[in-house]
């Protein structure tokens, strides 16, 4: 029963993993501030490949998903 409820619970956060979210102009603006920010600190790791695939962070309502 406790996977279950697991399960129902993880569900729409499982959902917007795969298939994305769109993202609003405000988060869309903080994403590409701190994009900007790793670029000019040379940010070591993989902040840049995971949350900027191509160099770059989602444009205004442009659907994310999580990297695979």
Same mark, same amino acid.
């Given at each position: 029963?406790?996977?279950?409820?697991?399960?129902? $619970?993880? &569900?729409?956060?499982?959902?917007? /993993?795969?298939?994305? @979210?769109?993202?609003s102009q405000f988060i869309a603006?903080l994403w590409a501030h701190e $994009?900007? &920010?790793?670029?000019?600190?040379? /940010?070591?790791?993989? @902040?840049?490949?995971?949350?900027?695939?191509g160099g770059r962070a989602p444009?205004?309502?442009?659907?994310?998903?999580?990297?695979?």
């Amino acid at each position: 029963q406790a996977e279950s409820l697991m399960r129902e $619970v993880l &569900a729409p956060a499982i959902r917007y /993993a795969e298939q994305g @979210f769109p993202v609003s102009q405000f988060i869309a603006g903080l994403w590409a501030h701190e $994009v900007e &920010a790793a670029h000019a600190a040379h /940010a070591p790791g993989a @902040f840049l490949a995971t949350f900027a695939p191509g160099g770059r962070a989602p444009r205004d309502l442009q659907r994310e998903a999580a990297p695979r």
